[in-house]
T-cell receptor, first 112, second 115 residues
Framework: KQEVTQIPAALSVPEGENLVLNCSFTDSAIYNLQWFRQDPGKGLTSLLLIQSSQREQTSGRLNASLDKSSGRSTLYIAASQPGDSATYLCAERAGNNRKLIWGLGTSLAVNP | DAGVTQSPTHLIKTRGQHVTLRCSPISGHKSVSWYQQVLGQGPQFIFQYYEKEERGRGNFPDRFSARQFPNYSSELNVNALLLGDSALYLC??????????????FGPGTRLTVL
């Protein structure tokens, strides 16, 4: 069964800290992995997409890595800000039908 | 340029009723996918349409159906509503039906409450 696991489920940090969110996936036949941000009651905003042939992607203070051999992806947020507070979800696209398999998300609170 | 739009934003229905949710993709995008997100859970894939044809279907009962129109907009229909259908319904568009390389862009969602 295809599964995506995100650890931790919740995280609270003071403003300015660098932090890492983890995502593990079981299907090694991965096409890509995408990180999303979701604010309470809102839709999803795509942050970074890493193709299976890539090792990492960067956008501003965000850096996402992909290690297919270990089935892991990390999202690194540098110099966190209160505006980064949201739920971060990772989703793997894999398998014959190439549908997105989602984690449950990490709820991040950055305190001023 | 407008992103993915969905209507309505909120909807309250009673058990047994029918609901239609609508989605307009980003201009130029030909693929639309629908997801159900129950509170506290990740999104669950319902359907994908590309060029008006169904490309994928998740593990949802036949009460759920969808279609895509020539302008690439889409409707999700749910019949005989159950309390458990209460969720945020998300629509995502992508340029093509190639799931391996496309980024999906999500709309704000429709919050459905079934009483």
């Amino acid at each position: 069964k295809q599964e995506v696991t995100q650890i931790p489920a919740a995280l609270s940090v003071p403003e300015g800290e660098n932090l890492v969110l983890n995502c593990s996936f079981t299907d090694s036949a991965i096409y890509n992995l995408q990180w999303f941000r979701q604010d309470p009651g809102k839709g999803l905003t795509s942050l970074l997409l890493i193709q299976s042939s890539q090792r990492e992607q960067t956008s501003g203070r965000l850096n996402a890595s992909l290690d297919k051999s270990s089935g892991r992806s990390t999202l690194y947020i540098a110099a966190s800000q209160p505006g980064d507070s949201a739920t971060y979800l990772c989703a793997e696209r894999a398998g014959n039908n190439r549908k997105l398999i989602w984690g449950l998300g990490t709820s991040l609170a950055v305190n001023p | 340029d407008a992103g993915v739009t969905q209507s309505p934003t909120h909807l309250i229905k009673t058990r047994g009723q029918h609901v239609t949710l609508r989605c307009s993709p980003i201009s130029g995008h030909k693929s639309v996918s629908w997801y159900q997100q129950v509170l506290g859970q990740g999104p669950q894939f319902i359907f994908q349409y590309y060029e008006k044809e169904e490309r994928g279907r998740g593990n949802f009962p036949d009460r759920f159906s969808a279609r895509q129109f020539p302008n690439y907009s889409s409707e999700l229909n749910v019949n005989a509503l159950l309390l458990g259908d209460s969720a945020l319904y998300l629509c995502a568009s992508s340029p093509s039906g190639r799931g391996g390389t496309d980024t999906q862009y999500f709309g704000p969602g429709t919050r459905l409450t079934v009483l």
